[in-house]
C-alpha cells in the first residue's frame, strides 16, 4: 500500500511539473519580416517573467541555424521583436538557466519575392513546353499500316 500511495504521488509531482510551463503568445501567428509585434510571456505560478531570457531561433535544427537574444520582459510580460528572417523560428523561453517554454512560428516575408516568381515562370514553361512538344511529336506520327 505504501508503494502505491507513493507512485501516486511521484507521478502527480511529474505530471504537475511537466504540464506547469511557461506560455508564449503573439497577437499573430504569422508575424511578417521587418514589422514589430509585441509578445507577452505568461510565466507558471510564483515565477518573475522579467527574469526570463527570451530568443528566436531562426531555421531550428538546420545547419544555417540562427540564435537572436531578444530579451527580457518588462513588469507587464511583454517585449518588442522585430523578426529579421523569414522561415520558420521558434521563441524560447529561459528561466534559471533551463527553458521553460516555446513557441514554434512562420515567418512570411513582407513582399512576394521577385526571384522565386521568375523561378515558378521558367519551371511552367519547361514543364508545359516539353509536355506540349510531346504530344505534338507523338500525334503528327503516322500510323502503321
Do not use: H
Not at 517573467?49 to 531561433?57: L, S
Amino acid at each position: 500500500m505504501k508503494k502505491l500511495i507513493g507512485f501516486l504521488a511521484l507521478s502527480i509531482l511529474l505530471t504537475s511539473s511537466a504540464f506547469a510551463q511557461w506560455k508564449v503568445e503573439l497577437p499573430d501567428n504569422f508575424p511578417i519580416v521587418k514589422e514589430p509585434i509585441r509578445i507577452l510571456v505568461l510565466p507558471e505560478k510564483g515565477s518573475d517573467c522579467t527574469q526570463a531570457i527570451v530568443t528566436a531561433i531562426y531555421r531550428p535544427n538546420a545547419r544555417a541555424e540562427e540564435r537572436e537574444l531578444i530579451g527580457s520582459p518588462i513588469l507587464d510580460c511583454t517585449l518588442a521583436w522585430t523578426p529579421k528572417n523569414p522561415g520558420i523560428t521558434i521563441i524560447s523561453v529561459m528561466y534559471e538557466n533551463k527553458e521553460v517554454g516555446e513557441k514554434q512560428i512562420s515567418i512570411p516575408f513582407n513582399k512576394t519575392p521577385v526571384l522565386g516568381v521568375l523561378v515558378l515562370v521558367v519551371a511552367g514553361f519547361i514543364l508545359y513546353g516539353g509536355i506540349i512538344y510531346s504530344m505534338k511529336v507523338s500525334m503528327g506520327q503516322k500510323e502503321f499500316e
